[in-house]
């Protein structure tokens, strides 16, 4: 029986240091001419919700459809640019390379990612890291899929079913994420999640929403591997 593993990015897979935050301000300044005067949290949230809430804290959320596809054409164009300094700057979370690796290799898996980052920078900040190698990442959802996290568990589904030829029950699948939007996601797609405290969420805070499954890190790769054959 077949699992399909749908892994989040930023904080599960991949530590950026900032680098992300920053080229949200860059791509403000070149669409707009103007700097955000803060940043909105962006943990879990796709990447056209936080150019909504950055557009709300600079009063122009009334025309955020205006503005929304010339920031995240920015967006796009600023991550590719900065892909050296996220190279030299973030890194990869402990133990997710070599689970990656594991799961790449074992025939019941299929990987991919869902993320809010919108498409061609989930690749970029995957590809830093040599992590894209291992995700079909032609069957993932993205932020450009649909700016609502929660309605993205049922494109990978279908991305799934019409480009391999898989499908999957909800029972058979995991969502893998740091956040508590993560969890919404799964629920909302009926799928299970493996939550992990390598992000910006406190332990206790996750353990609290009663997630399917628990852990500090991704470093116990034989226990990690039981769990997702579950």
């Known amino acids: 029986m077949g699992r399909l593993i749908l892994w989040d990015i930023d904080g599960t897979l991949v530590h950026g240091d900032g680098v992300g935050a920053e080229v949200f301000d860059r791509a403000f300044d070149r669409a707009l001419g103007i700097l955000p005067p803060s940043r909105p949290p962006m943990s879990g ?3 056209p919700q936080i150019v909504r809430e950055y557009l ?17 054409a920015h967006l796009e164009t600023e991550l590719a640019a900065a892909s050296g300094a996220l190279r030299a700057r973030g890194r990869a979370q402990p133990g997710v390379e070599a689970l990656l690796d594991r799961l790449a290799s074992d025939d019941r898996f299929h990987q991919t990612a869902l993320t809010g980052n919108i498409a061609p920078n989930a690749r970029v900040k995957l590809a830093a890291f040599g992590l894209d190698r291992f995700l ?17 568990v049922p494109v990978a589904l279908a991305r799934a079913a019409d ?6 029950g909800t ?8 956040a508590p939007n993560d969890l919404a996601c799964a629920r909302a ?8 405290g390598t992000g910006g969420t406190a332990l206790d805070v996750l353990a609290a929403l009663e997630p399917d499954a628990l852990r500090e890190d991704l470093t116990d790769l034989d226990e990690i591997l039981e769990l997702l054959a579950s």
């Open 189 to 196: 797609g009926g799928v299970r999640c493996l939550l992990v």
């Open 56 to 72: 709300a804290l600079l009063d122009l959320a009334a025309t955020g459809d205006t503005h929304l596809p010339a920031v995240l």
């Open 163 to 168: 480009q391999r030829g898989l499908r999957f």
């Open 171 to 178: 029972g058979e699948v995991w969502v893998i994420g740091d």
């Open 45 to 47: 949230k796709t990447d």
């Open 136 to 152: 079909d990442l032609a069957i993932g959802a993205y932020g450009s899929d649909d700016p609502d996290r929660s309605n993205l």
